[in-house]
Structures are given as C-alpha cells and as structure tokens.
C-alpha cells in the first residue's frame, strides 16, 4: 500500500493515535506527520491473508502471536507509528498503552510488495523497522512473481538476505518457530 501526506500540521504521538483510533481510514505517523494509506490489490490481500493463515495455524498452543494490517508498530526510536501487512512475536506482546492496538516489540514484519511501494520497503521502511532492537525478520512478498526474500539479523547492525522464488520452496521464521511454503502463500494468486 502506498501513503500520501494528509497535511503539514505537526502532531504528538498521542494526538495522531487519539484521532487514528476514531477514524474510519488507517493513515501512519512518522515524527509528527500523518500520511494517509491506500488500499491494496487482490493480490496483495490475498498473499497476506494466506501468509496469516499459514503462520497462525502453527502458533496454536504456542506464546508466539500473528497480526494482520490491523495491527500497529510502533516504533520509539524515531517515533513513529507503521502498519505492517503482518507481523509477529515470539512471546508476550509489549504493547504501547492500554488501549492494546500497537505493539512495541514484533519479531518479524512482512510486507507484500507492489509496483509504487517496492522501493520504499525495500529502503526507507527497512531502515525504520531495523531501529526495532526485537526485529529478528523482515519479509518482503513480491505480488507479481514467486518470490519472498527473507531478511535475517545476523549481529548488530547485520543483515543477511535469502531469496526463495520456487512453489515448492519453504523457509522458516526462526523467531517464531514456524515455516510458510510458497506453494501456500501463493495459492489462488499466481
């Protein structure tokens, strides 16, 4: 999904979350500025509602949890609030207050590509979501193609990336104990 710039008034975290919890459409905060989000595409829902079920089926019974794009981040070293199209946890959700709609501490952050968003969670929205000391994996689901490339922190301030883009394909999120096989994730979409 791709973001504009709602206005050039500056807000505090708390006025951006007052008015996000009664809007009727999501918009994400980055140190004081607001940027609407658009919708998605069949496909994109469609490989993030797959990713959700391949994941969540396999955390029952286990302290690990999965959120889909409902779910916020926030992100305190550069204050800033982001909609994932999933992420995940490996042990209790350390949340921002009381109203529980934003973790603090997520384990894995995927994202689903598309044409006008690819650069950016590839840069910009990468480099924010390393700031989070808990992000152990970050995924990005291309739309187009068989093709997931996993992002694993190796050491501090390190990266290691592996491709996988073959159906039958499978790779694990360590953090969290589970596995996804492409042939799930891409089921109905390509």
């Not at 999904?1 to 905060?29: C, G, H, I, K, N």
């Not at 959700?93 to 934003?102: F, I, M, Q, R, S």
Request: with cysteine.
């Amino acid at each position: 999904m791709s973001a504009v710039a709602l206005s050039d008034q500056f807000l505090t975290a708390d006025q951006y979350l007052q008015l996000e919890r009664d809007a009727e459409t999501r918009s994400e905060y980055v140190n004081g500025s607001v940027y609407a989000m658009a919708g998605g595409t069949r496909a994109h829902a469609l490989l993030a509602g797959n990713f959700l079920a391949a994941v969540n089926g396999q955390l029952v019974g286990s302290p690990c949890e999965v959120y889909g794009a409902n779910m916020k981040v926030h992100i305190e070293k550069v204050n800033a609030f982001r909609y994932p199209d999933i992420s995940a946890l490996g042990g209790p959700a350390l949340t921002y207050d009381e109203k529980d709609d934003v973790i603090c501490n997520p384990n894995v952050i995927v994202e689903v590509l598309s044409k006008s968003t690819e650069a950016y969670d590839r840069g910009d929205k990468f480099a924010l979501y390393r700031l989070l000391d808990s992000l152990a994996e970050y995924v990005l689901v291309s739309q187009d193609k068989v093709e997931v490339e996993v992002h694993r922190r190796v050491g501090p301030g390190k990266w290691a990336s592996t491709l996988y883009n073959a159906k039958e394909d499978t790779f694990e999120l360590t953090s969290v104990g589970c596995s996804v096989r492409l042939s799930d994730l891409y089921d109905k979409v390509i």
